[in-house]
């Protein structure tokens, strides 16, 4: 058994950011994910196309910058200019022309030039991270908490494990505090009974992704970020290699909503993408139907509260 000050339960940017803070702060802190990578839905496919590498950020596409904490934490990534503004806001799609969109979606959104999953690296920089490894429980110790995990199989590898001792993936760490990051339904799972949690839902969200050839008819379409209204299928499109300095293809990015979503949780990938490409052909006048080099659906179990 090993001791922590604060043991972080998720890796996304909150369990990250708060990690740095803390470990700042000159606490011993360790932070673990069940998750091959860092980010969670701050999260950017790579794809070799042609024998081009790709990042197309399939999670949160944008961000804005609003808290002077995280203004602070991306200083050193907007000084340097790989943190930039992409877009003075999102414009409105309504039956296949373009609007001023409400003063909400106006405020600037930023990227990362090189994929927004780089935003969780730069956080990530010097913390202790355990990856591939799903906790399990966790219980009062007197003043303490045990948080049980278990490696997940593909950790095996780990010189630190046995591979023909199952239970050599299993462990117990032991800290302070433990600061559980996760969305609230799988959090509800891990912590006691008699700790209150918020009551909340989560919207489910497909996204799909598509690559196309510079000038194909997407490329017809204006606007680089926008939402739809009025449509019963689409939510948000993104032409995700304007982000990029240099790109050889053109990409885009769409979110189903949040409805259609659910009502398809369980559908066929392809089927999805297939969707949502017919859907915004019609939406927006362009064929994105037409030899796409790439498609890609990715399901956002718990997109957003």
């Known amino acids: 058994m090993t001791s922590h000050d604060v043991i972080v339960v998720g890796a996304g940017l909150a369990g990250l950011g708060a ?3 803390l470990m700042d702060a000159g606490l011993s802190v360790v ?11 701050c999260a950017t496919r790579r794809l070799t196309v042609e024998g081009h590498a790709l990042r197309i950020d399939h999670g949160a596409p944008c961000f804005t910058i609003r808290d002077p904490a995280f203004r602070e934490a991306l200083s050193p990534l907007l000084d340097a200019g790989v943190v930039r503004p992409w877009v003075d806001g999102l414009v409105t799609a309504v039956e296949g022309r373009f609007e001023v969109a409400p003063a909400v979606f106006t405020e600037p959104r930023y990227v990362h030039r090189e994929g927004n999953a780089a935003i969780a690296r730069h956080l990530a920089d010097g913390l202790d991270i355990i990856l591939e490894t799903a906790v399990t429980a966790l219980e009062r110790d007197g003043n303490s908490w045990r948080v ?18 199952p239970g050599s993936a299993k462990w117990v760490k032991e800290s302070a505090r433990v600061l559980v990051t996760c969305p609230l339904p799988q959090t ?3 912590v006691p009974a008699d700790v209150p949690l918020p009551e909340e839902t989560y919207d489910v969200v497909w996204a799909v992704m598509a690559v196309y050839r510079p ?8 606007p680089d970020a926008f939402r739809f209204e009025h449509e019963s299928l689409l939510d948000r ?6 982000k990029r300095d240099t790109t050889p293809f053109e990409t885009w990015v769409f979110h189903a909503r949040a409805d259609w979503s659910a009502a398809n949780f369980d559908a066929d990938r392809v089927a999805i993408a297939r969707d949502v490409l017919a859907a915004a052909s019609r ?5 994105f139907e037409a030899a796409p080099l790439v498609v890609q659906a990715h399901r956002w179990r718990y997109a957003r509260p």
């Open 188 to 190: 509800r799972a891990l």
């Open 237 to 242: 499109a993104y032409r995700d290699s304007s």
């Open 31 to 41: 932070v673990i994910d069940k998750g091959r990578g860092i980010g969670g839905r």
């Open 283 to 287: 939406a927006l006048g362009a064929d």
């Open 19 to 21: 990690a740095r803070v």
């Open 148 to 165: 049980t995990a278990e490696a997940l199989e593909a950790t095996w590898r780990s010189p630190e494990l046995d591979p023909d001792d």
């Open 215 to 222: 000038g194909a008819s997407p490329s017809s379409v204006p």
